[in-house]
Nanobody
Framework: QVRLVESGGGLVQAGDSLTLSCLIS????????????MAWFRQAPGKARECVAL?????????YWSDSKDGRFTTSRDITKNIMYLQMNNLTPDDTATYYC?????????????????WGRGTQVTVSS
């Protein structure tokens, strides 16, 4: 069974930076999403879940193409550790949310939550003013 486990959340002040991690593991099939798309989503209370950054396999020696809707957020992957990261800079109180990592079976990028089949349980990020 595939497991995605987020970590690194916490309480920070406005202007701070924070790096979230998503550990990818599959004890049975060895799936690591190394050649498929993954993404980071967030959901604030009363709001819809939104994608903040995504990546897909770019071919070759595990190169990845990534994109984000906010230049303050950057996602990357370390295949040797089976971890995906979300680097967040210059945080504001509006970034307060539960952050989730997600994976899918296809290697095409999509911003839609419904297109991802695998989800972690999330990590809370709270930004104080």
């Amino acid at each position: 069974q595939v497991r995605l486990v987020e970590s690194g959340g916490g309480l920070v002040q406005a202007g701070d930076s924070l790096t979230l991690s998503c550990l990818i593991s599959d004890a049975t099939s060895g799936r690591t999403f190394s050649q498929t798309a993954m993404a980071w989503f967030r959901q604030a209370p009363g709001k819809a879940r939104e994608c903040v950054a995504l990546s897909r396999y770019g071919g070759g020696s595990f190169t990845y193409w990534s994109d984000s809707k906010d230049g303050r957020f950057t996602t990357s992957r370390d295949i040797t550790k089976n971890i995906m990261y979300l680097q967040m800079n210059n945080l504001t109180p509006d970034d307060t949310a539960t952050y989730y990592c997600a994976g899918r079976s296809l290697n095409s990028e999509t911003w839609l939550a419904g297109d991802y089949q695998y989800w972690g349980r999330g990590t809370q990020v709270t930004v104080s003013s």
